[in-house]
């Protein structure tokens, strides 16, 4: 059974410490998303990938998240240093894209659930 | 403005109504509409999608697309309280990307009362 994994499922911190999350896609899949998800803002496009080059990661705040793929079975997504309004649930989700047409579902992991105190 | 707006609710209906979400979008390029369910603290799975303007049926659930009008809709008969989650439209166009991005709605939370 197939699916996008997602760690750590939980992560509560201090405002100022470093937060990774990590990710791995699908097996096979050449896309990955991450996202940010709130009650106010709903699901947000932090950053995303294709073939582990990065596309786009104008969603997040540059100076202080970072979007790396340092192989093809890993993704991750810092944030240093964490403030209290990163708290959110983080999803990773991955797809698998062929040629310039057709539908592309993504599959999404379970999330990290981030508290920044 | 976003590109895509969806009522959050709440909404709040008993076991067997015919439930009615809907989604408005501003981009007419966009050509994929997707329905998302997602389970509380869980990630979004795709329920069903539509490619341009028509219907699509799946069981209980019937998607439509109104290109004209910029407005999307998913039908839910009989609803169970099985199917009490929220719902987040999605969108695509062929020119998205090469990632093939989605742009969601901020998802509507429903409870079907048994």
């Known amino acids: 059974d197939a699916r996008v994994t997602q760690t750590p499922r939980h992560k509560v911190t201090e405002m100022g410490q470093e937060v990774t999350m990590r990710c791995q896609p699908i097996?096979?899949?050449?896309?990955v998303f991450w996202y940010r998800q709130t009650m106010m803002q709903g699901l947000e496009l932090l950053a995303y990938?294709?073939?582990?080059?990065?596309?786009?990661d104008s969603g997040m705040p540059k100076d202080r998240f970072s979007a790396e793929m340092p192989d093809a079975t890993l993704a991750t997504l810092k944030i240093q240093p964490s403030e209290p309004r990163d708290s959110a649930v983080y999803f990773c989700?991955?797809?698998?894209?062929?040629?310039?047409?057709?539908?592309?579902?993504?599959?999404f992991g379970p999330g990290t659930r981030l508290t920044v105190l | 403005q976003k590109e895509v707006e969806q009522d959050p609710g709440p909404l709040s209906v008993p076991e067997g109504a015919i439930v009615s979400l809907n989604c408005t979008y501003s981009?007419?390029?966009?050509?994929?509409f997707m329905w998302y369910r997602q389970y509380s603290r869980k990630g979004p799975e795709l329920l069903m999608y539509?490619?341009?303007?028509g219907n699509k049926e799946d069981g209980r659930f019937t998607a439509q697309v109104d290109k004209s009008s910029k407005y999307i809709s998913l039908f839910i008969r009989d609803s169970q309280p099985s199917d009490s989650a929220t719902y987040l439209c999605a969108m695509s166009s062929i020119s998205s990307g090469s990632a093939r991005q989605l742009t969601f709605g901020s998802g509507t939370q429903l409870t079907v009362l048994p």
């Open positions: 981009n007419s390029a966009f050509q994929y």
């Open positions: 990938f294709r073939n582990r080059a990065p596309l786009d």
């Open positions: 097996l096979g899949h050449n896309t």
């Open positions: 539509t490619y341009s303007s």
């Open positions: 989700a991955s797809g698998l894209v062929i040629g310039t047409g057709g539908f592309n579902e993504q599959f």
